[in-house]
């Protein structure tokens, strides 16, 4: 089968095409503009593979799009491409409703077009696989409660609200016109070649250099933690085994606040990384607390039980196993990082600012 994988240059793009290039036979054609958040390099390992393709193309271009579709004939859409940094969202909010309204927009009718079309055999099991974040039902109250596949939307940041409004085209999209779409939305990921503005690898940067690790508020704020491998292994049992028309939810039932992620993270450095920068004798002496993000949601757990019992997806890791896994990442990785941090890798030169 040949899956066009919109955004594989980013995060959980690249995880998800080194999945399908490392452990199956099938071929990979990422779709992908390369914002500041795509990087080519995250795909080094597997570019060589003559199963896979890369095409630099903007998903709001509707006549690119139709060209890729006609000229690479897929079996199936994982739909990444994003804007996916919340702090981004709030300071300008325009991209946000650009790429993730507008692009998905783009994107379905293009889908459309080019299934209504296709042959009656391979029409049948075209899918169109839309990946989206559990930051759509907004924040939870009581520790106990999860979200389910059937909780109400209640987005709270311009990005959460642009997701939300992808998702409900994408099954506009399959309820009125029949396109065969699956809707996964998942929690927070970590892991290898994840962009230094976000919370996990800031704070494995930031530790190593001596720098100060900001934590919003008094960083209680509670998130359910995934590897973005086991994110990716998921993403790749829904757009082969799922049902036409489901949603899952995927989530690692690892529920940690973010000062307690910040601490792990230092004490995993204290044993691997024990010469420290001059003037730090504990990575945890460089907390410090930052005003709080306006609108922050305080608690995300997810309850993927439906993904578990129907499609057999369970996490290999768990948060400890994970996070170890990750710092051990940077830690062995600092070509990858360094050209994030000088811009050389593509984009453009960042003043990183934390996000989860
Ligand atoms: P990312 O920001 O790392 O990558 C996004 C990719 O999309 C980049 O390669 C970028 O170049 C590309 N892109 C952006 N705008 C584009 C456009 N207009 N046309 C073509 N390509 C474009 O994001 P990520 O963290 O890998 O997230 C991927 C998807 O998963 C997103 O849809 C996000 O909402 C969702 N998600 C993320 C998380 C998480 O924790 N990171 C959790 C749940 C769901």
């Given at each position: 089968m040949k899956i066009l994988v919109t955004g594989g240059a980013g995060f959980i793009g690249s995880a998800v095409v080194r999945h399908i290039i490392k452990e199956t036979q099938d071929q990979v054609l990422v779709v992908d503009?390369?914002?500041?958040?795509?990087?080519l390099e995250s795909l080094a390992d597997v570019?060589?593979?003559?199963?896979y393709h890369f095409e630099q193309v903007n998903i709001c271009d509707r006549p690119a799009v139709d060209e890729v579709f006609l000229r690479?004939?897929?079996?199936a859409v994982m739909h990444l491409a994003a804007e996916s940094h919340v702090d981004r969202s709030i300071d300008g909010p325009s991209a946000f409703i650009e790429t993730n309204i507008v692009g998905t927009y783009t994107l379905l009718e293009a889908a459309r077009h080019y299934w209504m079309n296709l042959a009656d055999k391979k029409k049948a099991a075209f899918r169109f696989h839309h990946i989206s974040t559990d930051e759509v039902y907004g924040d939870l109250n009581s520790t106990d409660e999860l979200f389910t596949e059937t909780t109400a939307y209640a987005p709270s940041s311009p990005y959460s609200a642009s997701k939300a409004s992808s998702d409900h085209l994408v099954r506009a999209w399959h309820r009125t016109?029949?396109?065969p779409i699956l809707v996964t939305n998942c929690s927070n990921n970590y892991g290898p070649?994840?962009?230094?503005?976000?919370?996990i690898p800031l704070i494995i940067l930031n530790a190593i250099s001596g720098k100060k690790l900001p934590v919003y508020g008094d960083g209680g704020q509670i998130r359910d933690w995934l590897y973005v491998e086991d994110h990716a292994r998921a993403l790749y049992c829904v757009v082969t085994s799922g049902l036409v028309g489901e949603t899952y939810n995927i989530g690692g039932h690892n529920e940690r606040r973010n000062i307690d992620v910040v601490m792990t993270i230092c004490r995993l450095l204290d044993e691997?990384?024990?010469?420290?920068?001059?003037?730090?004798?504990?990575?945890?002496?460089l907390i410090m607390h930052v005003t709080d993000r306006p609108g922050h949601d305080l608690r995300y757990a997810i309850n993927s039980s439906k993904i578990f019992r129907e499609l057999g997806w369970k996490p290999q890791e768990t948060f400890e196993s994970g996070i170890r896994k990750t710092v051990e990442w940077y830690l062995n990785h600092q070509t990858w990082w360094q050209h994030v941090l000088d811009g050389s890798y593509c984009g453009e030169r960042l003043g990183l600012n934390q996000s989860v």
């Open positions: 503009c390369l914002t500041y958040a795509g990087n570019s060589q593979s003559d199963r690479h004939q897929p079996d016109y029949g396109l070649f994840h962009f230094p503005e976000k919370l691997m990384k024990p010469v420290k920068p001059v003037g730090v004798s504990q990575y945890e002496d």
